[in-house]
Structure formats: C-alpha cells, structure tokens
C-alpha cells in the first residue's frame, strides 16, 4: 500500500520560512514524478511545484517561483518543499502527490497518490 505523509506546516510570519517534507512508502520512489498542490478555504486545489523522478526536471507555479524550491531525496524516499519569503496568500493546505509516471507534472490528473495535507498560515 503507497502512503504519503507530510509533515512541517504550522503557523509563521509573513517574510519567514517553512520547509515541508512528504515521506513516500510502498512504491519505487526513484521511478515517479512528485508533486506539491494546495488548497485555500474556499478555493479550488492548485498546482504548486513538481520534480521528475531523477530530480532532474523540475516546474513550478508563477506565484512561487524564485519563493519555493522543490528537491527529493531518492534515498529517503522523500521530496521537500522550501518555502521562503512567505506571504499571506500562500495560507492552504499543502498536498504532497506521487504521479503516475517519470515526469514533473503540474496537472492533477497526472498524480495517482495523495497525501493528507498539512496546514500552513501565514500571519501579516
């Protein structure tokens, strides 16, 4: 059975920095593409940063990009996202997803496994 747990949300200041990690079990990590979406209260989830299987190729969303930084570390089987310069409006639950294949993906549909979500808040 694949689970994905994350862990590292919490409550921070606007300027400050988080980094979540999501720990990967019951598959062959190296071989599938992750990713990292969120959801704000009353918002659809949305597409925040993915990384290839290699750690080669890597996407990000316009909002983040120069902010975040998504790396993996294919022998803990886990993929992190370094989150600086917080703002207000990155408040959401942040998804951890397996894909279905090799590649960075920023569409949903792209990823077969979820994790549960860890709350981050950023305070103005």
């Known amino acids: 059975q694949v689970q994905l747990v994350e862990s590292g949300g919490g409550l921070v200041q606007a300027g400050g920095s988080l980094r979540l990690s999501c720990a990967v079990s019951?598959?062959?990590?190296?071989?599938?593409?992750m990713g990292w979406f969120r959801q704000a209260p009353g918002k659809e989830r949305e597409f925040v940063a993915a990384?290839?299987?290699?750690?080669?190729?890597?996407a990000y969303a316009d909002s983040v990009k120069g902010r975040f930084t998504i790396s993996r570390d294919n022998a803990k089987s886990t993929v992190y996202l370094q989150m600086n310069s917080l703002k207000p409006e990155d408040t959401a639950v942040y998804y951890c997803a397996g894909g279905k294949s090799f590649i960075a993906s920023d569409r949903p549909y792209e990823y077969h496994y979820w994790g549960q979500g860890t709350q981050v808040t950023v305070s103005s």
């Open positions: 019951g598959r062959t990590f190296s071989s599938y593409g």
């Open positions: 990384i290839s299987g290699s750690g080669g190729s890597r």
